[in-house]
């Protein structure tokens, strides 16, 4: 059984950073894709970033141009680094990744951007 396993997630100010790491049990080669995504209290999930096993990367327009997501093969994790923090950025973060017919879920992370 895959488990993936986030970290990183915490309390922030607006304006602020944070970088969430997703943790694979096996070779993030075994997937097509590993992605990031979201879901606020009454909102449903949501796409935030995916990349891709030869690394190409794709982003929710939201969050363009302050998330970055990156994947490092040897130690089996795909992290997401989150600049200029919005309060609406606020939510549960999800890792997954997707062999090609199975989706995987970690158990999620809290991201809280308050002041």
């Known amino acids: 059984q895959v488990q993936l396993v986030e970290s990183g997630g915490g309390l922030v100010q607006p304006g602020g950073s944070l970088r969430l790491s997703c943790a694979a049990s096996?070779?993030?080669?075994?997937?097509?894709?590993m992605g990031w995504y979201r879901q606020a209290p009454g909102k449903q999930r949501e796409l935030v970033a995916t990349?891709?096993?030869?690394?190409?990367?794709n982003y929710a327009d939201s969050v363009k141009g302050r998330f970055t997501i990156s994947r490092d093969n040897t130690k089996n994790t795909v992290y997401l680094q989150m600049s200029s923090l919005k309060p609406e950025d606020a939510a549960v973060y999800y890792c997954?990744?997707?062999?090609?017919?199975?989706?995987?879920w970690g158990q999620g992370t809290q991201v809280t951007v308050s002041s």
């Open positions: 997954n990744a997707y062999s090609g017919w199975v989706d995987y």
């Open positions: 990349i891709s096993s030869s690394g190409i990367t």
């Open positions: 096996e070779s993030l080669f075994r997937f097509r894709r």
